[in-house]
């Protein structure tokens, strides 16, 4: 899914180590989110940020902060892993409808 | 509780027939409807949308069916091909805003 990329593309934690999915959009669009995507749940939005500078939390925003420092960029982290963030995460921009990066699939054991 | 329901977990079509995948919502603020389709590794991407000012809109081979008053709607793929075969999500928004609510998806298989 070109313009929108994430990294790592893979990992995998022990609980309560920490990390950051990194996602980086090329398309110039002011809407950046975060959604994470597990079996019969599908897509809930964990936080987005409207525009550079800001962020508000989505669904189930608890166990994980943001950051948005510049138009470009959208970080997701999480501070203590836990099993129950096993999931694959996807960033999405908003371009009259929500494009997806192609996900990072996380594994906290 | 979950404000867009997909009830049915898979579907299996086999090639050439018709495949309908349903989805069900309660908000009835939603006005704005849209379908994704996800291949596994690979991102959700972007289907098919309808506003609630519609009741049908047609791409294709690919038609959106929406029924307000049951707060229902389906998406029809005709002829069905092995390439379809994937997870459809259906998803609703407010005022047609950005904020999209997810459904928990649909795995179709068509069947060569």
């Known amino acids: 899914n070109a313009g929108v990329t994430q990294t790592p593309k893979f990992q995998v934690l022990k609980t309560g180590q920490s990390m950051t999915l990194q996602c980086a959009q090329d398309?110039?669009?002011?809407?950046m989110y975060w959604y994470r995507q597990d079996p019969g749940m599908g897509l809930r939005l964990i936080y987005y940020?409207?525009?550079?500078?800001?962020?508000d939390k989505g669904e189930v925003p608890n166990g994980y902060n943001v950051s948005r420092l510049n138009k470009r960029e959208f970080s997701l982290r999480l501070e203590s892993a836990a099993p129950s963030q096993t999931s694959v995460y996807f960033c999405?921009?908003?371009?009259?409808?929500?494009?997806f990066g192609e996900g990072s699939r996380l594994t906290v054991l | 509780d979950q404000q867009v329901k997909q009830n049915s977990p898979s579907l299996s079509v086999q090639e050439g027939r018709i495949s309908i995948l349903n989805c069900d919502y309660t908000?009835?603020?939603?006005?704005?409807f849209l379908w994704y389709k996800k291949y596994p590794a690979e991102g959700p991407t972007f289907l098919i949308s309808?506003?609630?000012?519609?009741d049908k809109n047609e791409d294709g081979r690919f038609t959106v069916f929406l029924n307000k008053s049951a707060k229902h709607l389906s998406l029809h793929i005709v002829p069905s091909q092995p390439g379809d075969s994937a997870v459809y999500f259906c998803?609703?928004?407010?005022?047609?805003?950005?904020?999209?609510?997810f459904g928990g998806g649909t795995r179709l298989m068509v069947k060569p």
């Open positions: 999405a921009i908003y371009t009259g409808e929500l494009f």
């Open positions: 398309m110039n669009h002011n809407s």
């Open positions: 940020s409207a525009s550079e500078g800001t962020t």
């Open positions: 908000n009835s603020m939603f006005d704005y």
């Open positions: 309808i506003s609630s000012i519609k």
């Open positions: 998803a609703a928004s407010a005022h047609a805003g950005n904020m999209l609510t």
